[in-house]
């Protein structure tokens, strides 16, 4: 009976093994600069609040600070996103600052994600989410 040399059985083992990894996690696209404006229903800006956004599919949850007229941008990679709103500063509910005022003006749905509140984010193109 002929016995195979110790380096074949070892090399054999080495490839067994390596099939039974699993596979190797998705890489995401890269982020890109994206810009936007929240706004009320009738048009005037939200402001003074961060607008949250978790994905719906690949991606990061992001936070956005809402400038004075509305505007937001940041870096994400382009899909859809739940949308929702905070005060950014945790202690910003509690005190009476002018994210806590904010906060009170949107509705109480929109301070959690939500598959109701949902914006796509496209690259190259602003993108716009409206609080009803």
Known sequence: MSRLPW??????VAVVAAGCQPPAPEMLPDPVEVTGRVVFADG???KGVTL??????????????????????????????????????????????AAAAA????????H????????????GEEFKVEVK
Do not use: C, W
């Open 112 to 123: 959690t994600p939500s598959a109701d509140h949902v914006v796509q984010i496209k690259a």
């Open 52 to 97: 949250g956004l978790m994905p719906r599919g690949n991606g990061h949850p992001n936070g956005m600070k809402i400038g004075a007229a509305g505007a937001v941008s940041g870096n994400l990679i382009p899909g859809e996103y739940s949308f929702y709103f905070g005060p950014g500063d945790p202690k910003a509910v509690s005190e009476k600052t």
């Open 103 to 110: 906060m009170k003006r949107i509705p109480e749905p929109y």
């Open 44 to 46: 005037s800006p939200v």
């Open 7 to 12: 380096s074949v059985s070892v090399v054999a």
